[in-house]
């Protein structure tokens, strides 16, 4: 079955560690997204990909880097410099163009030691 | 920037009743609406949505209802399910020739009374 596999589903992060959450999709999606969800809130865009060895920053892309290698992988990698990481984070995929549906993996949940 | 607000944040209604939940945006060139459906520990799950050239669209027990003139576009779900029970998203997107980013509202808990 197609979709969009996010590794792992909890994770957990001492003080001052970077930590990469993984992102593959096989829908053969040249977009992909990653999203921070806050309880009570709705998605906030971090990093987007059009394409392969392309990205642009969303909304809030402070603290976090993305690398996209490969068409299928899109890992978030979110840095100590990001001083509130605790949140559930989801990653999407599209197709290019217009009106395309993002489908969505079933997120990480990372959390704070 | 574009904004979506979406009312209310938490919905109750007897299972066989129906559920109205209501958006508005603020970029008039959006132009593309999804909703989305999210299970507990799950991701948001595409259910309807609709383009501007739309007013309105059906899928069994769901519609989706769009005024451009208003901002405003609207999730009806009819005789409700306990499986209905889940947050509900709405989106707005304003498609161009990047990617097609999407602003979502802050989403409504729906519950389904027995």
């Known amino acids: 079955d197609g979709g969009i596999t996010q590794s792992p589903k909890y994770l957990f992060r001492k003080e001052g560690q970077n930590v990469t959450l993984s992102c593959e999709q096989n829908?053969?999606?040249?977009?992909m997204y990653w999203y921070r969800q806050d309880p009570g809130q709705g998605l906030r865009l971090i990093y987007y990909s059009q394409i392969v060895n392309d990205f642009q920053k969303g909304d809030i892309a402070e603290g976090y880097s993305v690398s996209r290698e490969k068409k299928e992988s899109f890992p978030l990698t979110v840095t100590s410099a990001q001083k509130n990481p605790t949140a559930f984070y989801l990653c999407a995929s599209s197709n290019r163009g217009r009106g395309q549906p993002q489908h969505f993996g079933d997120g990480t949940r990372l959390s704070i030691l | 920037g574009e904004n979506v607000e979406q009312h209310p944040s938490t919905l109750s209604v007897q299972e066989g009743d129906s559920a109205v939940i209501k958006c508005t945006y603020s970029d008039s060139a959006s132009n593309y609406f999804p909703w989305y459906k999210q299970e507990l520990g799950k991701g948001p799950q595409l259910i309807i949505d609709?383009?501007?050239?739309?007013g309105e669209k059906k899928d069994q027990r769901i519609a989706v209802t769009l005024n451009k003139t208003a901002k405003h576009f609207s999730l009806h779900i009819t005789e409700t399910q306990p499986e209905d029970s889940a947050v509900y998203f709405c989106?707005?997107?304003?498609?161009?020739?990047?990617?097609?980013?999407?602003?979502f509202g802050s989403g409504t808990r729906l519950s389904i009374r027995p």
């Open positions: 609709i383009r501007s050239n739309v």
């Open positions: 829908l053969n999606h040249d977009a």
């Open positions: 989106a707005a997107s304003k498609e161009n020739s990047s990617a097609s980013k999407i602003i």
